[in-house]
């Protein structure tokens, strides 16, 4: 049991240049998010996907596109990276419960530069 | 105004010693309250709950004051294993999207 999975673990793209960020989860949960985490902010949610089939832009969607076409998958898309993308991106997973307090788990980060 | 505040810290402690911190949180509305765990360069994983009576897990002890809106973490016995960055996390009822603090970083030192 995995959890969480994210590739690349780092990359380094130019101006302008296109990226897939992957992120797998084996946890069978219906719920996975996309965050990136910048120094003195706390991680803002990009995309999320409450299903297979469903996205929905978070706080910070512009530049970004994403794809939920499997239930383990959630792909976050750069169409043409510039340097305010560079960041840490966090994938995230999680299975509602009834008691309202759903843990998100994260994988380990996809840490990205743009020049 | 941010959603969730912080101090940022470092709490710089000794081992053994007590160590607490706030968040401050915006919204009246929030429901469920988190404080997450991250380790330098590692990704966030969840510590404990936060419920409204106030909840222990070992040498951590969460607290809720809704009326002035923030939560604390306390940890005694502070060991080295507890250096890390303490997210807290706020989400409204019913609502999928969480909102995270920048984090308070605690260092505890031999």
């Known amino acids: 049991n995995a959890g969480v999975t994210q590739t690349p673990k780092f990359q380094v793209l130019k101006t302008g240049q296109s990226m897939t960020l992957q992120c797998a989860q084996d946890?069978?949960?219906?719920?996975m998010y996309w965050y990136r985490q910048d120094p003195g902010m706390g991680l803002r949610l990009i995309y999320y996907?409450?299903?297979?089939?469903?996205?929905d832009k978070g706080e910070v969607p512009d530049g970004y596109n994403v794809s939920r076409l499997k239930k383990q998958n959630f792909l976050l898309g750069l169409e043409s990276a510039a340097p305010s993308q560079t960041s840490v991106y966090f994938c995230?997973?999680?299975?509602?419960?009834?008691?309202?307090?759903?843990?998100?788990?994260f994988g380990p980060g996809t840490r990205l530069l743009v020049l | 105004r941010k959603e969730v505040e912080q101090d940022p810290g470092p709490f710089n402690v000794p081992e053994g010693a007590t160590v607490a911190f706030n968040c401050t949180y915006s919204?009246?509305?929030?429901?469920?309250f988190f404080w997450y765990r991250q380790d330098c360069r590692k990704e966030p994983k969840l510590l404990m709950s936060?419920?409204?009576s106030g909840n222990e897990d070992g040498r951590f002890t969460a607290q809720l004051n809704r009326a002035s809106q923030y939560i604390s973490l306390l940890i005694r016995d502070s060991k080295l294993s507890d250096s890390a960055t303490y997210l807290c996390?706020?989400?409204?009822?019913?609502?999928?999207?969480?909102?995270f603090g920048a984090g308070t970083t605690v260092t505890v030192r031999a």
């Open positions: 995230a997973s999680s299975h509602p419960t009834g008691a309202n307090q759903e843990t998100q788990y």
């Open positions: 946890m069978n949960h219906n719920s």
């Open positions: 996907s409450a299903s297979e089939g469903t996205t």
């Open positions: 919204n009246s509305a929030s429901q469920s």
């Open positions: 936060v419920y409204s």
């Open positions: 996390v706020v989400r409204l009822l019913n609502d999928y999207k969480l909102s």
